[in-house]
């Protein structure tokens, strides 16, 4: 039972809210450290993470969660063109990642699809997802991971200095760093090793319903988001146990009858088929190996800061090959408009 007492930081503002709450002021990781007390750590071996037991109850979470708005909010529409196609197209990779590029099997991506379509997505734009989904790009060309690791620039004080995992997914290695790269520069971003500050962990993040039509591919079943309802209460136990039979570190209800699961790296695609395959009927949102902080977040001092580390997040997205984007950075006093445009654009 060792392996249900790892680490694990929290994914949503909410929760993170609550552990600090549930902390005495004297204790460690009750302060939100400058830049330089994130370097300094970086001496200091081995890092430390504090014990989050797996939970037995539901967290009371204050309604929002980053999946349920960047999979189906309308306010999409509102951004600018280019990101809106961009996290279209991710929404399509994930779909033909998951369950297939066929989409007579896979429902999810002919929803995807229908979506893109309808905000004006060129069919090269959806053809090249489907691809990459598969893990080749649009001429057919293998594709292979690069990271980038960032910092934002400081205030004067210090304070307010994100640290960022870039991750990019390209068939042109040096092309990819280069403008990658220029977009860091052109936003005043530093070159510099973050991924101390990070671990690798498997996130599986799913909703619960059933009914309706389903498909399935490799005995995977796929069901249609918007026929879900929502979990009831006692479905946190029912995910939670089916959980720990995967091989789950922990467990967050975030709300809107979704759940997030965490696992080591390597148990990632397995407990995702389980738990699709198992009794909870569950629809496969994200299924990943991901960047999370290792350590305390950090809060951008003003409004300014803010805006800006927001439009450095479109730039990222914009650019096509750019995979995912991870970042120890929480909301505090940033206003929801705000937050949101930061949120969408995070992994």
């Known amino acids: 039972m060792d392996h249900l007492l790892r680490a694990r930081p929290a994914t949503t503002s909410a929760l993170r809210v609550l552990l600090r709450r549930s902390l005495p002021s004297s204790h460690p ?92 997505v060129p069919k090269a734009n959806i053809d090249a997802a489907i691809a990459r989904g598969q893990g080749r790009s649009s001429t057919g060309a293998s594709l292979e ?24 997914l390209t068939d042109n290695r040096n092309r990819a760093l280069h403008d990658v790269r220029g977009i860091i520069r052109k936003h005043n971003g530093i070159l510099t090793p973050t991924t101390f500050l990070f671990e690798k962990a498997g996130r599986t993040v799913l909703k619960l319903g ?55 790296p390597t148990l990632t695609h397995k407990a995702a088929q389980a738990l699709n395959l198992g009794d909870l009927k569950a629809q496969i949102v994200e299924s990943a190996i991901v960047w999370t902080p290792s350590q305390d977040r950090v809060q951008l001092p ?15 997205r914009d650019y096509n090959d750019v995979q995912g984007v991870y970042a120890n950075v929480e909301q505090g006093d940033i206003t929801e408009d705000v937050w949101d445009s930061i949120e969408e654009n995070l992994d």
């Open 145 to 168: 991971t690069v990271v980038l690791e960032t910092m934002t620039a400081s205030t004067s004080s210090g304070d307010g200095s994100v640290s960022l995992v870039i991750e990019i």
């Open 210 to 264: 059933g009914g309706g039509d389903e498909a399935s591919k490799d005995g995977v079943k796929i069901v249609d988001a918007a026929i879900l309802p929502a979990a009831g209460e006692s479905d946190f136990d029912n995910v939670m146990m089916q959980a720990i039979e995967a091989g789950a570190d922990d467990v967050e209800d975030i709300g809107d009858g979704m759940f997030v699961v965490w696992t080591p």
């Open 29 to 120: 990781t009750s302060g939100i450290p400058t830049i330089c007390a994130q370097c300094s750590r970086r001496q200091q071996q081995p890092v430390f993470a504090y014990p989050k037991p797996f939970s037995t109850s539901a967290a009371q979470l204050s309604g929002h969660n980053k999946w349920s708005k960047i999979k189906h909010d309308k306010g999409r529409a509102d951004a600018k063109k280019s990101a809106q196609r961009g996290l279209l197209t991710r929404d399509i990779q994930l779909a033909t990642r998951l369950y297939g590029p066929d989409p007579k099997m896979n429902g999810q991506l002919v929803n995807a699809i229908a979506t893109a379509r309808k905000a004006g």
């Open 302 to 316: 003003d409004a300014e800061s803010a805006q800006a580390f927001a439009d450095f997040l479109d730039a990222l």
